[in-house]
């Protein structure tokens, strides 16, 4: 079974003398793939079935995690800023104690 715009593709290989498998030109290119992709093998229930998952490379889960922490911010100014506010509401009421 080989359909290249369709999902389905499937491709027979083997596994070499070292336990090396080569991931056919046809799969690396559907599936964008590039040299030092880390791939995840998992064994399932079935003896005769593995999952392999492409696991995202380091530079794109950074990216996808710049800037996360500032969306959760609230529009009220810079936490620091609250801080600072804070303290000085706290001074201000130790003071006219």
């Known amino acids: 079974m080989s359909r290249i715009k369709g999902y389905d593709l499937s491709v027979i290989t083997r596994i070499t ?3 090396q498998v ?7 290119g559907k599936a964008g793939l590039k040299p030092g992709t880390r791939l995840e093998w998992r064994v399932t229930d079935r003896r ?3 999952e392999v998952r492409v696991l995202p490379d380091q530079a794109s889960l950074a990216q996808a995690l710049r800037g996360a922490g500032r969306r959760s911010l609230k529009k009220r100014g810079s936490p620091v800023d609250r801080l ?3 303290r000085s509401l ?8």
């Open 48 to 50: 005769d079935v593995l």
């Open 84 to 86: 600072v506010a804070e």
């Open 17 to 19: 003398g070292k336990n």
């Open 90 to 97: 706290e001074d201000s009421t130790r003071a006219t104690k």
């Open 22 to 28: 080569t991931v056919p030109a046809e799969i690396v």
